[in-house]
């Protein structure tokens, strides 16, 4: 994850005496304070009382400990009364504006945008604010700040305003509000973060409904980087469960963690059949990104396609479904070579064994550039300027073969 994106952890329990708990100073903003800290500040103010009014005398014959005796004015259970109603009364998401806040209406172009973590790719976000003729542009986090407002307002710039939702729970994605906000943009772009975060706090939602109007009827270009990118696809890993590393996923395809969520989020018809995964320059997502498209053939019968991006890297695919590849890596394109070419061995408890003469699933990639590189046809499954390779998995091991 970038600097963009800080997590900020949020706990709260009431029932310990030695427990933190949070005073709203901001919407933006909380001041984590402890009532061990209260007390000893009462306790100094206390005996600082008593030492002005020269009371030195009443300390030695009272009954009752100082200690004891300073806290007692303090009031725990009035404070934390006090913080947690105040924080019952902030509202469950943030939002975050730069620019002009009033809506505005402009000609827009769909689009989709696979980044693949780490470094923002500029020329992606160029991309996205080129097709977005210049309107709102919206990032949408479950977690962090509103790092990207300055990023994309002032330092990219073209854009009427850019606005930071952070939407922490289902009840903010079903607030009307915020439907409208994600209605009214012409552009919106998932941070990274936790994807499990996206699935249970969106699927189902208002914000889910908002989302797939600017994809099918708006027509602006939507996308995401990292867990951002994960929820792209009609088929995506959740991680509902936590992550899978591809050792995990290649001795078990059927792991509990291996999560996969179909048809019933985001419903970007150039993705149909297709699963995406990021941060692809590590070798260990390969063999679990094979594993999942390995579950795709086996369980829904179909002919299973995945992106994986690299890092510092984007895919920016337009209406017609012609992608070019931005930034410093690599985008892979897989599909299952034939439709007859299913695994051999994909059952619960089983090393995966997809094997098919070393050719089980026909790799493409495409080395990224400032300018573009590519075309690759998402809808034809087919592309130039890149090169070609088999991913082939044999008794729970990955192979390549050329």
């Not at 003729?133 to 854009?159: A, C, K, Q």
């Not at 012609?322 to 690599?330: C, E, F, I, K, P």
């Amino acid at each position: 994850m970038i600097q963009r994106r800080r997590k900020v952890l949020v706990r709260k329990n009431l029932q310990s005496r030695k427990q933190l708990f949070f005073v709203p100073f901001h919407a933006s903003e909380r001041v984590m304070r402890s009532t061990n800290v209260l007390r000893l500040s009462a306790l100094r103010f206390f005996a600082l009382g008593i030492v002005a009014a020269g009371l030195v005398g009443l300390v030695s014959s009272c009954s009752v400990p100082l200690g004891e005796q300073a806290i007692a004015p303090v009031g725990e259970e009035s404070l934390v009364a006090n913080a947690s109603k105040a924080g019952a009364e902030l509202q469950s998401y943030q939002s975050f504006i730069v620019g002009d806040p009033a809506d505005v209406t402009r000609t827009t172009q769909g689009g989709t945008v696979l980044m693949g973590g780490g470094t923002d790719v500029d020329e992606a976000f160029r991309w996205m604010i080129s097709r977005s003729g210049g309107g709102d542009f919206l990032i949408i986090r479950s977690t962090g700040t509103d790092g990207y407002n300055p990023y994309v307002y002032t330092e990219l710039g073209g854009v009427n305003s850019c606005e930071t939702l952070i939407i922490t729970s289902r009840t903010a994605a079903n607030d009307p509000v915020v439907e409208q906000k994600i209605r009214n943009a012409e552009a919106v772009f998932f941070s990274g973060g936790d994807q499990a975060n996206y699935v249970n706090f969106f699927e189902g939602t208002r914000v889910e409904d908002a989302i797939n109007y600017l994809i099918n009827t708006k027509r602006v270009p939507v996308g995401g980087t990292s867990a951002g990118c994960a929820i792209q696809g009609r088929t995506y890993f959740s991680a509902i469960n936590g992550t899978i590393t591809t050792d995990e996923a290649l001795r078990n395809p059927y792991n509990s963690k291996l999560t996969l969520g179909r048809n019933n989020f985001i419903n970007n018809s150039l993705l149909d059949n297709t699963i995406t995964d990021t941060h692809f320059n590590n070798p260990d997502r390969r063999g679990r990104l094979m594993t999942f498209l390995a579950r795709m053939s086996k369980d829904y019968a179909v002919q299973p396609k995945g992106i994986g991006v690299d890092e510092a890297t984007a895919v920016c695919i337009d209406a017609s479904g012609s992608a070019r590849v931005y930034g410093t890596g690599t985008a892979f394109f897989l599909r299952q070579r034939t439709t007859t070419s299913t695994p051999e061995t994909c059952v619960s408890g089983t090393r995966l064994d997809w094997f098919r003469s070393r050719q089980a699933v026909s790799v493409y990639k495409i080395n990224g550039s400032a300018s573009g590189a590519g075309p690759f046809s998402v809808s034809t499954w087919s592309g130039s300027g890149g090169s070609s390779q088999f991913y082939f998995v044999d008794r729970g091991v990955l192979g390549i073969s050329y």
